[in-house]
């Protein structure tokens, strides 16, 4: 059982910076890829970008391509999401996601962070 907890999440000004910060615990936290997904009012949760699990692979969705950056810290079992030039389209409920298995999808979730972007 993996458990995940998303922190860092706040009310920003549209052009500001976040940094949102997932602890992962329960298993070996550096042989699995990590991702980050998110879901705005009425809308399905989307993927936001992922991470291998060494940390040499990044994935970016096209909306966020070149403003946010995935990283990871084996030896504090996290993951974290620079989010920078934040716009008011990305207010959401941010989801940290663990896929131990391997197939692509993710196992386990956390419990969701809110993050909000005034204009």
């Known amino acids: 059982q993996v458990q995940l907890v998303e922190s860092g999440g706040g009310l920003v000004q549209a052009g500001g910076s976040l940094r949102l910060s997932c602890a992962a615990s329960?298993?070996?936290?550096?042989?699995?890829?990590m991702g980050w997904f998110r879901q705005a009012p009425g809308k399905e949760r989307e993927f936001v970008a992922a991470?291998?699990?060494?940390?040499?692979?990044?994935y970016y969705a096209d909306s966020v391509k070149g403003r946010f950056t995935i990283s990871r810290d084996n030896a504090k079992n996290t993951v974290y999401l620079q989010m920078n030039s934040l716009k008011p389209e990305d207010t959401a409920v941010y989801y940290c996601?663990?896929?131990?298995?391997?197939?692509?999808?993710?196992?386990?979730w956390g419990q969701g962070t809110q993050v909000t972007v005034s204009s």
């Open positions: 329960g298993r070996t936290f550096s042989s699995y890829a």
């Open positions: 996601a663990a896929d131990e298995s391997g197939a692509g999808t993710p196992d386990y």
């Open positions: 991470i291998s699990w060494s940390g040499g692979s990044t």
